[in-house]
T-cell receptor, first 114, second 114 residues
Framework: DQQVKQNSPSLSVQEGRISILNCDYTNSMFDYFLWYKKYPAEGPTFLIS?????DKNEDGRFTVFLNKSAKHLSLHIVPSQPGDSAVYFC?????????????FGTGTRLKVLA | ETGVTQTPRHLVMGMTNKKSLKCEQHLGHNAMYWYKQSAKKPLELMFVYSLEERVENNSVPSRFSPECPNSSHLFLHLHTLQPEDSALYLC?????????????FGSGTRLTVV
């Protein structure tokens, strides 16, 4: 049973437009939500996060929105740039049996077209 | 050198071979992790070490054997693997409670079992 789901395996967006990546979760005990970006042949790199007590966090072109009632997380990239083309993973964390665990989604491949 | 370094980057091994993956972090973190990434699947947590003590073994087959000699180094010893074990193996490190800041990942080892 997947606790964190990214239902869109891929997304194409024109340069300069908004990219919206979505993530759904099932466990209301998650307390942090994160987005990672992964280029080919590299490990995932941390992009932006949000605490469960907030509904929005912004960092430059990247904004993460959290809707706790819908158990939904989204990442907005405005404006999108060709260098943003990568696989984006959402992750949710909770302390389980004394250990902090992150549960990852399957990723969404974003392609920004020049 | 900074960050999390994994070697080798690529590894091809036969089912009867024994090999080891190495991970080194220079961030002063006290927790280290092994993750497995298979195609179209979420990142799967394999092992967690906190302060050099294994705190999590996520039902991983015994043909995978982790070792953490100190807080900067983590190994994954492999023996008698199966072709379905072919995947990207990612090492990560964090402070003990990563929470808002997540993990720092290495670039991974692409393992092919033939």
């Amino acid at each position: 049973d997947q606790q964190v789901k990214q239902n869109s395996p891929s997304l194409s967006v024109q340069e300069g437009r908004i990219s919206i990546l979505n993530c759904d979760y099932t466990n209301s005990m998650f307390d942090y939500f994160l987005w990672y970006k992964k280029y080919p042949a590299e490990g995932p790199t941390f992009l932006i996060s949000i605490s469960s007590i907030k509904d929005k966090n912004e960092d430059g072109r990247f904004t993460v929105f959290l809707n706790k009632s819908a158990k939904h997380l989204s990442l907005h990239i405005v404006p999108s740039q060709p260098g943003d083309s990568a696989v984006y993973f959402c992750a949710a964390s909770a302390q389980i049996s004394g250990t902090y665990k992150y549960i990852f989604g399957t990723g969404t491949r974003l392609k920004v077209l020049a | 050198e900074t960050g999390v370094t994994q070697t080798p980057r690529h590894l091809v091994m036969g089912m009867t071979n024994k090999k080891s993956l190495k991970c080194e972090q220079h961030l002063g973190h006290n927790a280290m992790y092994w993750y497995k990434q298979s195609a179209k699947k979420p990142l799967e947590l394999m092992f967690v070490y906190s302060l050099e003590e294994r705190v999590e073994n996520n039902s991983v087959p015994s043909r995978f054997s982790p070792e953490c000699p100190n807080s900067s180094h983590l190994f994954l010893h492999l023996h008698t693997l199966q072709p379905e074990d072919s995947a990207l193996y990612l090492c990560a490190s964090s402070q003990d409670s990563p929470g808002f800041y997540g993990y720092t990942f290495g670039s991974g080892t692409r393992l092919t079992v033939v």
